[in-house]
């Protein structure tokens, strides 16, 4: 399983876009991911959207089917006024064997996927 905590990796197409591409690349080295978790801002708490929620969810899971179509996908947009901390970026990968993988991302899946920006990433492993 895939878990991404990004509080704008599906603030924009473009982002959108980039998100879908991150999650092709560990698809691929792993043989399959099975299923992928993402959480981010809801298109309401972004201050340069002109788009709705549902257009921002339709658009992330047409994306998701269009580029991987056996993956399980949830995305679970939050509201800025909601409760909870979205400000750190980091993803989570659990093995079968119960192990995790942690990436804290400095610029998250932005930072990552496009040379616009510098990221710095912190990796910790915890074996079960």
Not at 28 to 55: M, Q, T
Not at 57 to 63: P, Q, V, Y
Not at 81 to 106: E, K, P
Request: with cysteine; glycine share 8%; hydrophobic share 35%.
């Amino acid at each position: 399983m895939l878990q991404i905590i990004d509080p704008y990796c599906c603030a924009q197409e473009d982002a959108r876009r980039r998100l879908v591409d991150f999650i092709a690349r560990f698809d691929k080295a792993a043989d399959s991911i099975g299923k992928v978790h993402v959480v981010s801002f809801d298109a309401d708490s972004l201050r340069d959207s002109y788009e709705s929620n549902e257009e921002q969810c339709g658009d992330i899971e047409r994306k998701v089917a269009a580029k991987l179509p056996n993956t399980n996908f949830h995305h679970a947009p939050r509201s800025r006024r909601g409760t909870g901390d979205l400000h750190d970026r980091r993803v989570t990968a659990t093995f079968a064997d119960g192990s995790r993988v942690i990436w804290d991302l400095g610029r998250g899946i932005d930072g990552i996927m496009s040379p616009r920006f510098g990221c710095v990433v912190n990796a910790t492993v915890e074996q079960s």
